[in-house]
T-cell receptor, first 110, second 110 residues
Framework: DGGITQSPKYLFRKEGQNVTLSCEQN?????MYWYRQDPGQGLRLIYY???????QKGDIAEGYSVSREKKESFPLTVTSAQKNPTAFYLC?????????FGSGTRLTVV | QQPVQSPQAVILREGEDAVINCSSS?????VHWYRQKHGEAPIFLMI?????EQKGHDKISASFNEKKQQSSLYLTASQLSYSGTYFC???????????FGQGTTLQVKP
């Protein structure tokens, strides 16, 4: 069954720690996106990639980094420079007919 | 700039109708609509491309006025399953990158 898999579902980060959120897809889509959602808020774009080995910053890229070494994978690293990382993170792919979202990772700073 | 959605929240009885509006300060190429249940990923409802088209399936339809840079989502004879938060996503080009509105929470009561 084709889809997007995000892992882990829940992640706890200590202050000053880097953590990486996984996003894998088997839909053969070129474009992939990372969004952040805060409680009661809309989705804000962190990074996006439209082809392997290329990615662009979104509206809130500071404190985050990504890589796109394979078409199937678009991991997001939340670095210690991101001062308020507690949020729901959503990965999505798109091929012209709307986004397909993963089930999300809920990140909490402890 | 983030699209503006209105209203922020709606409470309906089953069978009633609702309209959710989304407007942008930028020229638009496409508008997407999504519904998100609490704690879940958003689900794609429909996409409208510039040209002023109207789309729909079942009792949910949408319009897109390119000149006014606005889109509206129409929910007719609402059902309990329509409850959730509705987001519009707007793109100013065919790159697929979306900027989302802040969301409209819809609650349908029996």
């Amino acid at each position: 069954d084709g889809g997007i898999t995000q892992s882990p579902k829940y992640l706890f980060r200590k202050e000053g720690q880097n953590v990486t959120l996984s996003c894998e897809q088997n839909l053969n889509h070129d474009a992939m996106y990372w969004y952040r959602q805060d409680p009661g808020q809309g989705l804000r774009l962190i990074y996006y990639s439209q082809i392997v080995n290329d990615f662009q910053k979104g509206d809130i890229a500071e404190g985050y980094s990504v890589s796109r070494e394979k078409k199937e994978s678009f991991p997001l690293t939340v670095t210690s420079a991101q001062k308020n990382p507690t949020a729901f993170y959503l990965c999505a792919t798109e091929v012209g007919y709307g986004y397909t979202f993963g089930s999300g990772t809920r990140l909490t700073v402890v | 700039q983030q699209p503006v959605q209105s209203p922020q929240a709606v409470i309906l009885r089953e069978g009633e109708d609702a309209v959710i509006n989304c407007s942008s300060s930028k020229a638009l190429y496409s508008v997407h609509w999504y519904r998100q249940k609490h704690g879940e990923a958003p689900i794609f409802l429909m996409i409208l491309l510039k040209g002023g088209e109207q789309k729909g399936h079942d009792k949910i339809s949408a319009s897109f006025n390119e000149k006014k840079q606005q889109s509206s989502l129409y929910l007719t004879a609402s059902q309990l399953s329509y409850s959730g938060t509705y987001f519009c996503g707007m793109s100013s080009s065919n790159t697929g990158k979306l900027i989302f509105g802040q969301g409209t929470t819809l609650q349908v009561k029996p």
